[in-house]
């Protein structure tokens, strides 16, 4: 049963406008990663984001979504985190994803510890953008379904085949 992201709300024309193979390449969809904190987690999705982004460092990619996690958890609820920043330097959007191996505490509004993290950078000045990608990826990991699928993916490319399509 799908459940409504808590604190997202977003007009329904963005979700359907957006689709994930647009910022999600199968080379940043990693699983199994092996992390003990929402910071080792951070690290690892920035350096994913930092493959789609060479004119950025993972060190820059990282400062922006801490910087974001002090305004607040971007944990979903059960067991979802969407980390995301905006990013000077860059032109286009870029996606990121991890499945954690084992769930790490993310400070989250459920309490529960997070196993999916998708990382989302985009430029500077692309609000619109930025609201229009946070809706599809949130809409997404709001379906329990859906999860449990991602949850029980065999591998990278199970992975982007559910996340893109």
Known sequence: ??????????KEKHRKDMKLAEILSGGRVASGVAVTSKKRALEEIAKLLAQGTPSVSHVDILNS?????KLGSTGLGHGVAIPHGRMAGISASVGAFVRLKHPVDYETHDGQPVDLVFGLLVPQNATGEHLQHLAAIAEKFSDDTFCAQVREAKDEAALHALLTH
């Open 1 to 10: 049963m799908a459940r409504p992201p808590p604190g997202l709300v977003f």
């Open 65 to 69: 979504l801490a910087s974001r996690e």
